[in-house]
């Protein structure tokens, strides 16, 4: 922790925010560390908890707490870690007592099987990461969200695979993330449903020009995937941006239980 590190007497004049900041499978820069840097450039008032799957290699987050001393600490966050999610949760109750936002960024996609052909280990993996992972760490922060005046949670799942429209229809292998990503959907609407003291709503990102969307172009069997990118795709950098607006701005009679986009929209099909 950098010298001179400090917080508030009062709790109210500070954003708290949560992050798990890296993709669960390979530590690139993406959506998470985008959200990190702009939540910091945006509100001066804000302190982050960057979540990592392994902090000390965070050379970016690190790069950030020097940048920001005193408005950010790393914490080593792997999805689906029970034990290490309590021990973020103790952390942040000790320094702060509460937090206000936390997203759940971290996700995999590591297999292209079809629903005939997919091992069962893989899709019981995903499912870990990409279901288990957001509700344990919602479960970490339950009681730290209702000491929040504006408590949110925010899961971040795809447009590309919804069960009405998106990917599901093509050809494109993918049954374990799409699938988990679904269940992450109902999940995190489900949660809106039973805390009505809370903004809970999954959102999609749209396409975002990241070293994950680059390997599943190249790893998708099917070939089809990377005639869908169109070479616009904004970088993590430019999509955080309008991301942390809509949440930001998101109340729970506007955005609660819906699936947002990033333009702020409310997806058309789940």
Same mark, same amino acid.
């Given at each position: 922790?950098?010298?001179?590190?400090?917080?508030?007497?009062?709790?109210s004049?500070?954003?708290?925010?949560?992050?798990?900041?890296?993709?669960?499978?390979?530590?690139?820069?993406?959506?998470?560390?985008?959200l990190?840097?702009?939540?910091?450039?945006?509100?001066?008032d804000?302190?982050?908890?960057?979540?990592a799957?392994?902090?000390?290699?965070?050379?970016?987050?690190?790069?950030?707490?020097?940048?920001?001393?005193?408005?950010?600490?790393?914490?080593?966050?792997?999805?689906?870690?029970?034990?290490?999610?309590?021990?973020?949760?103790k952390?942040?109750?000790?320094?702060?007592?509460?937090?206000?936002?936390?997203?759940?960024?971290?996700?995999?996609?590591? &297999?292209?099987?079809?629903?005939?052909?997919?091992?069962?280990?893989?899709?019981?993996?995903?499912?870990?990461?990409?279901? &288990?992972?957001?509700?344990?760490?919602?479960?970490?922060?339950?009681?730290?969200?209702?000491?929040?005046?504006?408590?949110?949670?925010?899961?971040?799942?795809?447009?590309?695979?919804?069960?009405?429209?998106?990917?599901?229809?093509?050809?494109?292998?993918?049954?374990?993330?799409?699938?988990?990503?679904?269940?992450?959907?109902?999940?995190?609407?489900?949660?809106h449903?039973?805390?009505?003291w809370?903004?809970?709503?999954?959102?999609?990102?749209?396409g975002?020009?990241?070293?994950?969307?680059?390997?599943?172009?190249?790893?998708?069997?099917?070939?089809?995937?990377?005639?869908?990118?169109?070479?616009?795709?904004?970088?993590?950098?430019?999509?955080?941006?309008?991301?942390?607006?809509?949440?930001?701005?998101?109340?729970?009679?506007?955005?609660?239980?819906?699936?947002?986009?990033?333009?702020?929209t409310?997806?058309?099909?789940?």
């Open positions: 922790m950098p010298a001179g590190f400090s917080f508030p007497t009062s709790d004049d500070q954003r708290l925010y949560k992050c798990l900041s890296h993709n669960w499978y390979k530590p690139s820069p993406g959506i998470g560390l985008g990190v840097i702009h939540a910091l450039e945006k509100h001066k804000a302190f982050v908890y960057a979540g799957r392994d902090s000390e290699k965070a050379t970016a987050l690190h790069e950030l707490k020097d940048k920001y001393p005193g408005r950010i600490v790393i914490v080593k966050c792997v999805s689906g870690d029970v034990e290490g999610h309590a021990l973020v949760a952390e942040i109750k000790e320094r702060h007592g509460k937090v206000d936002t936390v997203i759940a960024n971290a996700a995999l996609w590591s &297999s292209f099987g079809t629903v005939s052909g997919v091992f069962i280990d893989d899709l019981e993996e995903h499912f870990h990461v990409n279901v &288990s992972g957001p509700i344990i760490l919602f479960q970490a922060m339950y009681d730290l969200l209702k000491k929040s005046a504006n408590p949110r949670f925010v899961s971040m799942s795809s447009i590309g695979r919804c069960v009405g429209i998106g990917l599901v229809s093509t050809q494109v292998p993918g049954i374990c993330y799409g699938a988990t990503k679904a269940v992450l959907n109902g999940a995190t609407r489900k949660i449903f039973e805390n009505d809370l903004v809970a709503f999954p959102m999609s990102p749209g975002v020009s990241t070293t994950a969307l680059d390997d599943t172009c190249v790893n998708d069997p099917s070939g089809l995937f990377k005639t869908l990118v169109t070479g616009t795709e904004p970088t993590a950098a430019e999509a955080a941006i309008p991301i942390l607006k809509v949440i930001d701005e998101s109340t729970r009679e506007k955005n609660g239980g819906e699936f947002m986009h990033i333009d702020g409310k997806m058309p099909s789940w």
